[in-house]
């Protein structure tokens, strides 16, 4: 279909000077910056030959930009562009469509068509050699399938044209037979009354495949399916001499003489360029082909009889000369696994016998594969459903009132990034959470609705989860539609192997092991076990708690902790510290009297966590953006206020010890040598030790910032490390700050206090009760806020 930059270069096709195109990232001058702005923009300038200089508006894509950019031009010079749908959706009546459908016909026979639109230039010149006819004589259902104009003008008669090549034909062969073209009664055969000149039948002859003039065949692989279940599908060679026209060949597999007799689909997407199916016309008292429920899937529309999957014809790339592909069996698979929910996701994964479509969704970050609306509209595009429309709203108030409206959010158009974007930059405008999700289709013409499985604090994380819910309901439905069609009841002998291709250990970790013994993470917990020894603390917190290595290795030593608290944002880690712990708690014979996990952020302060003995945050800060990051004082030291704080984070200063850039010898070197090394090798950097650090400081930057805090909230801090030699540089490549409340603390101030919530009780543990998961109606001793000694501490109810 003519695209604006097609239409502007044809119009400056004939003069000296061409239409010039520059494309840049940004937004153009003058162009507002939306307070929002997520992901990078292209603009494009195009200067005409008079010129005339037209910007375009900021596009995601540059191939966008460009076009906008044409389209504005086009407007410029005095020409709008308006594309086929466009032009066709301003008709009024069928009649008035009828007679653009014939003149259409009649241009694609002119001389002018025949050379220049490439799709069926191969048509006609196969028509040349095999009949030895000037009139070329060509199939209609090679105009039906091939013209985007006549597709286009079908479709504006019956929109079930749209779906059935069959009933498109039969619109352009009666429109064919009222024009003045030449339509044969005697099969589906469409040409011209008079023929065509010498000049073009010589540019006709130009027009042809490497093969043909070497003389030799032409030979690739297709698929061929049988309607029949019973029957296998198979691969297939074809083989095409330079005389032949494929059509022909292609209706010889298929059973019949007549290549005007073999209908074509649309083109397959994901498969070789040109892939399209083939099969037969099917006669009206034809009884002998049925329904071929296999290539019926891969068009989204009936396919009777025998069928053959290829890639095979002549299209705008190559110059209207015939080109060809190659279509495995492993191709054909891949297409029809998929057309199910369920095997996008497997195709999306690339684990064809482990993955399975996850029946919950948790969080974006979580997610394997491609996301559940990605592939709800690809889902959506294949079936030709409409898009879905979706209504999220939170679950604080009435539901029923948000949600009279849906949001039709599109089906192509997917805004999940814009949104996740909107909220991590924290919008003042936007509602806050947790949302619910309804989504809303259309499913055998009866309105169906989709639900998110529960609250989620992200937006777009509700309606993915309504959006994989709608994709289960689809995946169980096609599952008993072809368990119900399949009559076999054999069973299938599938061999297989398996190769572990590599073995990859978390960089850190790596890196941390190969140098010290014991582990740095090791080191750390002893050193914090050490603290508590030392302190005869009572009562924990871990903040940042992760799967609970940390917790499991202070429940295994003996120490004088009775109540111990992790906090972690994730549900996974958290989930995994429970399992891990209850089994380490079962065989605990000590002091320990509790042990609860709290799901919640650390920068968000839970007032039942005041005043504890200890609180340790080790290789959290780290992790940590900018935003959340300067909050952490305040919500630790300024309103829980542990009486000893121990954070830990790790030396960029020690990183090319680690990375392997010097040895061991030449580690006193410090970092300024390191550097100056590096610059010299053009490298200016010291990479992280992990890629999902946002920062890594230096021992002065560490230094500045604890100091800060502990002068703010009324804190002393000392500083020590793990992992290397006290006083050598370049220090310890573990960092720690030991913060101690000197009993003036200043605190935060009840008017400068953030509004504090309850984080959510995911699971616990009581030496009276045993283990179970987070209850309101359970009992767990927490310090007394205005308490400086455990032992005066009551029960406070969750």
């Avoid at 919008?427 to 949302?435: E, K, L, M, S």
């Avoid at 809303?440 to 169906?448: D, F, H, N, Q």
Wanted: hydrophobic share 35%; net charge neutral.
């Amino acid at each position: 279909m003519t695209t604006p930059k097609a239409r502007l270069n044809q119009l400056y096709s004939a003069s000296d000077g061409q239409p010039r195109y520059f494309t840049l990232s940004g937004r153009p001058p003058g162009c507002p910056t939306p307070k929002l702005q997520s992901g990078s923009t292209f603009y494009c300038k195009v200067e005409l030959p008079n010129g005339t200089v037209v910007v375009s508006e900021p596009c995601r894509r540059k191939k966008d930009a460009e076009q906008d950019a044409a389209r504005k031009a086009l407007h410029e010079i005095g020409t709008p562009f308006e594309s086929v749908a466009a032009a066709f959706s301003t008709m009024k009546s069928s009649e008035e469509v009828w007679i653009e459908l014939k003149l259409r016909i009649e241009t694609a026979f002119s001389n002018e068509c025949v050379l220049n639109y490439k799709p069926l230039m191969e048509h006609f010149r196969a028509a040349i050699v095999r009949r030895g006819k000037s009139h070329a004589p060509v199939p209609a259902t090679v105009l039906a399938s091939l013209d985007t104009k006549i597709i286009s003008m079908c479709k504006a008669l019956d929109n079930i044209s749209d779906g059935n090549p069959a009933r498109a034909l039969e619109l352009v062969y009666k429109a064919a037979k009222g024009s003045s073209v030449l339509a044969c009664d005697a099969n589906m055969w469409i040409s011209r009354v008079e023929p065509f000149p010498a000049h073009v039948k010589s540019g006709l002859l130009e027009q042809t495949t490497e093969a043909s003039v070497a003389s030799e065949k032409i030979h690739f692989d297709a698929v061929y399916i049988p309607f029949a279940l019973d029957r296998t599908v198979s691969a297939i060679r074809i083989n095409i001499d330079p005389s032949d026209y494929y059509m022909d060949v292609l209706a010889r597999q298929l059973g019949i003489d007549d290549g005007a007799r073999v209908l074509i689909s649309r083109s397959i997407t994901k498969a070789p360029s040109g892939t399209r199916l083939f099969w037969r016309l099917a006669e009206r008292d034809d009884k002998s082909s049925g329904v071929n429920m296999r290539a019926s899937t891969l068009t989204s529309h009936s396919v009777y009889g025998n069928a053959i999957l290829a890639a095979v014809g002549s299209t705008w790339k190559s110059e209207g000369r015939l080109c060809y592909d190659d279509v495995s069996l492993g191709c054909y698979y891949r297409l029809a696994l998929g057309k199910s929910p369920s095997g996008s996701y497997k195709l999306s994964r690339g684990a064809l016998l482990t993955a399975e479509l996850p029946p919950t969704f948790t969080s974006k970050s979580r997610w394997r594969g491609s996301t559940p609306r990605s592939l709800l509209n690809e889902f959506c595009h294949q079936s030709h459903l409409l898009a879905p429309t979706f209504c999220s709203y939170p679950v604080k108030g009435d539901s029923n009132d948000s949600c009279a409206g849906y949001e039709d959010h599109g089906c192509t158009a997917d805004t999940s990034d814009q949104t996740d974007q909107a909220e991590n930059n924290g919008n003042v405008n936007a509602a806050q959470g947790p949302f619910l999700c309804k989504l809303r289709m259309l499913v055998c013409g009866a309105p169906r609705e989709f639900e998110s499985e529960r609250s989620y604090r992200n937006r777009n994380d509700a309606i993915q989860s309504a959006c994989l819910q709608a994709l289960l309901y689809f995946d169980t439905s096609l599952a008993h539609l072809m368990s119900s069609s399949n009559q076999s009841s054999g069973s299938l002998s599938l061999e297989y192997t398996v190769s572990l291709l590599k073995y990859v250990e978390a960089a850190e970790a790596r890196m941390e092991s190969a140098v010290f013994s014991p582990p740095l993470s090791r080191q750390r917990i002893d050193f914090a076990l050490e603290l508590f020894q030392r302190s005869q603390a009572l009562s924990l917190i871990d903040f940042g708690c992760g799967s609970g290595s940390f917790l499991e290795a202070i429940v295994e030593q003996p120490n004088s902790l009775q109540h111990i608290v992790g906090v972690d944002i994730s549900l996974r880690s958290l989930t995994r510290a429970s399992k891990s712990l209850q089994g380490k708690l079962a065989k605990l014979r000590g002091a320990l009297e509790s042990v609860t996990l709290y799901e919640g952020s650390i920068v968000e302060p839970d007032h039942r966590l005041h005043n504890f003995d200890v609180a340790t945050c080790l290789e959290v800060v780290e992790h940590m953006d900018p935003e959340p990051l300067s909050r952490f004082g305040k919500s630790i030291l300024g309103i829980m206020q542990p009486k000893v704080l121990l954070v830990s984070t790790p030396n960029i200063e020690y990183n090319p010890i680690l990375h392997g850039i010097v040895t061991r010898k030449e580690k006193s070197e410090g970092l300024e040598e390191t550097l100056d090394a590096k610059k010299a090798e053009g490298d200016e950097t010291v990479r992280l030790r992990n890629d999902d650090h946002r920062f890594e400081w230096t021992r002065a930057e560490f230094s500045d910032w604890a100091s800060d805090l502990a002068c703010t909230y009324g804190y002393s801090v000392e500083f020590s490390g793990v992992g290397g030699t006290p006083g050598q540089e370049p220090g310890f490549a573990s960092q720690m700050a030991i913060f101690t409340r000197t009993g003036t603390g200043m605190g935060v101030r009840d008017s400068e206090q953030p509004k504090t919530g309850e984080y959510s009780t995911l699971w616990r543990w009581s030496s009276k009760l045993g283990a179970g998961p987070g209850d309101k109606n359970l009992v767990v001793f927490f310090p007394a806020v205005n308490s400086d000694s455990f032992s005066s501490a009551g029960p406070v109810s969750d």
